[in-house]
């Protein structure tokens, strides 16, 4: 008698099925939710020139790094878009293994094969925020976890209530999914998908105005030597302090280029260079960061001197946003020069010398970061204040 009691103490009660399915539900609910979320955010990085998210803390720690980084996309379509269609598939099968009692052990072994996935994927998007990137997204990381905490939560459902024989209740899922009602819900979600890859326009691809095309916007050169844009007598002149490798700042050229075009009278807008270039500004960044962007920089001195800066400006802006190495080569396709005159530029000290003009000009104004802009003697950092675009 006194054995049996000890026994029964000892007994593991198994919860009830609440317990598994509304933590999993919960959970993959907040990852939608914040798939959606960093959709958004992705838009807003290559749309509006003046975004930043909340999580743009550092330069470690930035949303926005990781958002405008060429991984940010699998397949012609941004990873959030992927994240989110995956994540709504989970969300129908967790609801059909509650519509569907009698199958808990198909659809949960499903859901562990598809968490599995999450899971790996998740694994490789870290590696390349921490290694490629050298930056990583707060709310990536979240979904990242989520996708760890539904693969758990799965594994222990179908623990529970499978039949512990993985493969055979995978293959039985076929035939569950071949039903009428499933079959048309899955097609209607990738059908969905399909329109979205083929139809959305592709906002992060945009070409910089060419200024031949502009009729009514003038250039020319400061007295300092420094290439301008729209008209010598402008009623406000905005400085700007960019680097060729920063993503915002090849973004809010485009957008000044943009809104000159539309008032050439009303602005004026002259380009100065402030590489985050170790080699070139060792004064604000001590380490190893936008690595080639000085040598950038000296190459836009060259062009400018041949009457070609705004070519090479583009050109150098659209390497950089891709993140694609420095190459005099791939410089000379997109430019018209041969690389060996870029080659040659390179080993010009008085070139060198203007780039650094530029940055003492910088120093003194104690920028450290870019893009930044300076009007009216005053220092903006990031953004130029609405009241002075209107």
């Known amino acids: 008698m006194h054995g049996r009691s000890n026994k029964n103490r000892h007994t593991v009660i198994p919860l009830a099925y609440g317990y598994y399915f509304i933590p999993t539900l919960m959970a993959v609910i907040s990852a939608m939710v914040n ?23 550092s330069r470690s720690i930035n949303c926005d790094t990781v958002a405008q980084s060429p991984w940010a996309f699998f397949a012609g379509l941004p990873v959030a878009y992927w994240g989110l269609f995956g994540y709504l598939l989970f969300f129908y099968v967790l609801l059909q293994v509650r519509k569907n009692k009698d199958h808990h052990s198909f659809l949960w072994a499903f859901l562990v ?19 490629k990137i050298d930056s990583y997204c707060i709310l990536c990381l979240f979904n990242h976890l989520i996708s760890f905490v539904l693969l758990g939560y799965s594994l222990i459902a179908y623990k529970r209530f499978g ?15 071949l039903k009428k009602s499933n079959l048309l819900a899955i097609g209607a979600l990738t059908l969905l998908f399909v329109c979205l890859w083929i139809f959305m326009p592709t906002y992060w691809r945009y070409e910089p105005l060419h200024l031949d095309e502009a009729i009514d916007v003038k250039q020319g050169m400061t007295q300092e030597g420094n290439p301008w844009i729209g008209s010598e007598n402008a009623e406000t002149t ?62 836009a001195v060259f062009a400018m001197i041949k009457g070609k800066f705004w070519k090479m400006n583009d050109a150098l802006f659209e390497i950089g946003r891709n993140k694609t190495s420095f190459s005099t080569e791939r410089i000379a396709e997109k430019t018209g020069f041969t690389s060996g005159e870029l080659v040659w530029a390179l080993q010009q000290q008085d070139l060198r010398e203007i780039v650094d003009m530029d940055i003492r000009r910088g120093l003194k104004l104690r920028i450290t970061s870019t893009p930044s802009f300076v009007v009216d003697g005053r220092v903006y950092s990031g953004r130029i204040p609405e009241e002075i675009l209107k």
Request: one cysteine or more; proline letters at 3%; a positive charge.
């Open 113 to 131: 094969l598809l968490s599995s996935v999450f899971a790996g994927v998740a694994v490789y998007l870290s590696y390349i925020s921490f290694v």
């Open 238 to 299: 905005i400085h700007i302090y960019s680097d060729y490798m920063c993503f915002q700042c090849g973004k809010i050229h485009h957008f000044l280029r943009s809104m000159i075009a539309n008032e050439p009278g009303k602005y004026k807008l002259v380009v100065h260079h402030y590489p985050l270039d170790h080699a070139y500004n060792p004064i604000v960044v001590k380490n190893p960061y936008h690595v080639g962007s000085g040598k950038m920089a000296q190459l």
């Open 163 to 177: 039949s512990h024989a993985l493969l055979s209740d995978l293959l039985c899922v076929k035939a569950l999914f």
């Open 35 to 57: 798939s959606i979320y960093l959709a958004v955010t992705h838009y807003k990085n290559y749309t509006d020139f003046t975004y930043q998210s909340f999580c743009a803390i």
